[in-house]
Every structure is written in C-alpha cells, then in structure tokens.
C-alpha cells in the first residue's frame, strides 16, 4: 500500500516540537486535520469548536462553517473556499513536499507538514506515529508567544500563578508525548482497508512490523517484574487513581532500567499479572491504576475531577514502597499522643487493642468525600466521657489527625500540606484544614491539645 511518510513541527516555538507520522495515501486534508490533532494535545477531536484553513495554489481549504457558508461561490483572501472532506492531500504533498496548516485562527497556530519519504510496504488503513520529542501546546494557550509564557509559569513553583496553572493545564490534557497512547487514538483515523494478508499478526494482534512494531513486549525479558508490581499497588494505595504517564514519571525518576508505555500497558494488562493485581485491590481501567474502591460504588467522575489540577505527594523510594501494605499511614507524634490518651483513659493502660481503634478512624478519614464531624462524631461515640473538656481534647486531637492524613483527594498530600502551599500561592483556599467540634473549647491559657507544651493561645489557638 502507498504511503507518505510526513514530518509535522510546530513553528514559532523553541525547541522544536515535531512529530514523524505515516499515513496511508489517499488522505483527505480532513483525516490530515484528525491527525494532526491526535498526534497533539489540541482537543476539536474531542469538541470541534475550533477551525483549521490550508492555503494552497488556488484554494482556502477550511472546515470553518461560516467561511464556508459566506463565501459559497466566491473568493476568500483571492482563492476559491473548499471542504476538507472534498479533496486529498496526494496531488499537493507531491507537488509541493509540503503543506502548511493553520489551526483555531484565533491563536494562529502554523504547523509545517513536509513529506519525507514515499512508501509501498505500508499496510494499516490508518495513520501510525513514528518518532516525535517536545510536548505540544495546550488547547486555548493562545498562540507561539503565550505558550512561552505558560511554559515560564507552569515551570516555576515559586511563581504566584503556579498552582492555578498547572490545574488548567491538566483540565486542558497538557501531557508528554506517549506514542502507544497515541497510535492506540490513530486506529481510529481509520480511511482505507487494512491489508492484514501482509501484517504478521495472530488474530489481529501484531506480532511484528517495520511501522508499527509489535502489539505487546515480551514480559519474560522484562526487568524488575516484581518492583513494578510493588509500585503499582503502593502507587494505587497512596493515590486512588494515577495515570499511566504519571506513573512512568515517578518509577522512571526512581528506578533504572527505564520502564516503557508500551513495557507497563503490557505488563498490566496481562491476564495473569492482572489476577495478581486484582488481588491487591489493583485494577487497570482507562490508561490508568485504579484502586478497587472505584468499583465499590465510589464515584471516580466527580473524584477526578476533585483531584485536577493538585500536585502530587511523590516521597522517596523506602517510603512510597511503605503502601504496598494498603493499612499503611504515615504516624506523626499525634498517632502517639491519642494512643496513650486512650489507654491511660479508657483501656487500663494497655495498648493493645487500640492499633485498631486508630487504624479504623485512618481509614474513615481517607474515604473519598467524608464528612468529617460525621467521622469525629462515630469516633468520640464509641467512649463515655466524662466531661466536655475531655471530650473536646480527643476532638481536638482527631482534628490534627485528619489534616496530616495522607488522602485521595489531594493525591497524597495532607489537608495542611495542601492549604500551605495553596496559602503561600494566595490561591483560594478550598482545602482549608478541618475544625473540630465548637462545644467545649479548649481555654486559651490550657496546655494546647497538640502536644507542643505551650499554651493553646500561643499555639493552634492563634
């Protein structure tokens, strides 16, 4: 089958962002467009609300429904307005050996189309990515000189806009270049019949290609089975949900050999890898590791969207590896102090049975969409007190509990870490740290029920 072998780059952008991507030939400049934006992070495949335009010999080829409209029989700029759908790019890439397309004429991005090669040996209907480096703009960013100045930002922690620029461009699918993701989009830009008479396949699964490669790794050479594996399932338990590339990210900054896409997509999706998996509460579901509560009822639409835009809690090796065991929780001297407040109180001195007691509130505390007083107020039920000042001081104490939890909701990091850094970014504050109850408040000249030894006025009583 004939093919063009083409080299997409953006201009106007340093470094280059390019990508190198195989089309059957035949193309119409639409399926031209549907590659290019899956080969991007520009979105009208997802909601085609912007537009592209080629100018090229005597045409303004477009999909903009009002130019299309406005200017049926005339001209547009001095050429004659076509449909995308209407024409292939054959004639014009052999002519010219390139094409330049202009996309969202409002930020104007220029992105050269040159072809590199011709080839007979290409078999799939649809296009293939290649080889590509840079990540793309994200939709909406506003062009070549905005984008410099988002990367500055979105680049700079110390920047006031960082935390509200990071979150949009993760609601706007800023992300690396992952090409088995997408090669797996590509399949779907599907306009010629695919000649699997010439593919080595084993009912449709590619063994191998010269384009395409293979539709899987051998796991058996595989490295460091078992670690992935570990951090598969303390990655699921720390976070609830994380996406391929961002588990590539932290196993690749903390391990060598670096692990693949296609290594890790294999490898979790292997029947027997998968049993495994399942039976540490681990599961994979739409290019990401998911914990097993998600399909307990547990609502993953409004959790990802809770979660967009928050910064991970990434911690060293020995400590993430900690959540391989999934009733792991990082204690601070707070875990300590109720445990002896209990014994001494309630259980003779002994501490025996409070490790559950404690665990189970842990666990309480890191559901997904708690109501904490409703949490505080199971807690404190399951003892007599006798007076509302000892009361209010295991409230008080559970408070600081619940903001130094490691939680879902804020991929791993502690209400108070969360509210620090959002603070410090003045930032609105919708993960502030949780009150206690307002009966029976400490006095402010009492020992503060943190531990410090100061008193509660000169310390969380500020």
Not at 216 to 225: A, D, F, G, Q, T
Not at 346 to 353: A, E, L, V
Request: net charge negative; glycine share 6%; charged share 25%.
């Amino acid at each position: 089958m004939k093919a063009y072998i083409l080299n997409v780059s953006f201009e106007g952008i340093t470094p280059l962002i390019w990508r190198r991507v195989i089309v059957p030939a035949g193309a119409t400049f639409n399926r031209l467009h549907e590659t290019i934006q899956n080969i991007t992070n520009f979105q009208s495949r997802l909601s085609p609300y912007h537009s592209f335009g080629v100018r090229i010999d005597d045409y303004f080829i477009t999909d903009n429904g009002l130019i299309l409209e406005e200017y049926k029989g005339k001209e547009y700029a001095g050429k004659t307005v076509k449909q995308p759908a209407r024409i292939k790019i054959d004639t014009y890439l052999e002519k010219h050996g390139h094409i330049l397309y202009t996309y969202d004429f409002g930020d104007d991005w220029r992105i050269r189309v040159e072809l590199e090669d011709t080839v007979e040996d290409y078999y799939f209907g649809y296009p293939t990515l290649l080889a590509g480096e840079g990540t793309a703009p994200p939709e909406d960013v506003g062009g070549p000189s905005e984008y410099e100045a988002f990367k500055k930002v979105y680049q700079d922690p110390t920047h006031p806009d960082y935390l509200s620029t990071r979150a949009w461009a993760e609601r706007q699918d800023y992300l690396p270049l992952d090409m088995v993701e997408v090669n797996e989009r590509l399949k779907y830009v599907k306009y010629k019949k695919t000649e699997w008479e010439n593919i080595n396949h084993e009912r449709y699964h590619v063994i191998s290609d010269k384009y395409r490669g293979a539709d899987s790794v051998e796991l058996v050479e595989l490295p460091n089975k078992e670690l992935i594996m570990q951090y598969a399932i303390a990655c699921t338990n720390l976070y609830g949900w994380i996406e391929y590339p961002k588990f590539l990210e932290i196993y690749n900054a903390q391990n060598e050999p670096a692990l693949s896409s296609s290594e890790l997509r294999t490898l979790v999706t292997d029947s027997d890898t998968a049993k495994m998996l399942e039976k540490a509460g681990v599961f994979s579901r739409n290019s990401a590791l998911v914990h097993a509560a998600f399909n307990k009822g547990t609502h993953h639409v409004t959790f990802l969207q809770a979660v967009k835009g928050k910064p991970f809690y990434v911690p060293a090796k020995e400590e993430l590896l900690r959540y391989v065991d999934a009733l792991y929780y990082e204690t601070t001297n707070h875990h300590e102090m109720l445990t002896n407040m209990l014994a001494k109180d309630f259980f003779g001195g002994s501490t025996f049975m409070i490790k559950g007691e404690i665990d189970e509130l842990i666990g309480q505390l890191q559901g997904v969409g708690i109501d904490f007083q409703s949490v505080l107020r199971e807690f404190l039920a399951r003892f007599d007190w006798k007076d509302r000042t000892q009361l209010n001081l295991y409230g008080q104490v559970v408070t600081v509990i619940a903001n130094t939890t490691r939680i879902w909701e804020n991929r791993g990091h502690t209400p108070h870490e969360l509210f620090e850094m959002e603070k410090s970014h003045v930032m609105p504050q919708p993960n502030a740290p949780i009150n206690a109850i307002d009966e029976g408040k400490t006095g402010r000249n009492e020992p503060c029920p943190c531990g410090s030894g100061k008193k509660y006025k000169k310390c969380c009583g500020k």
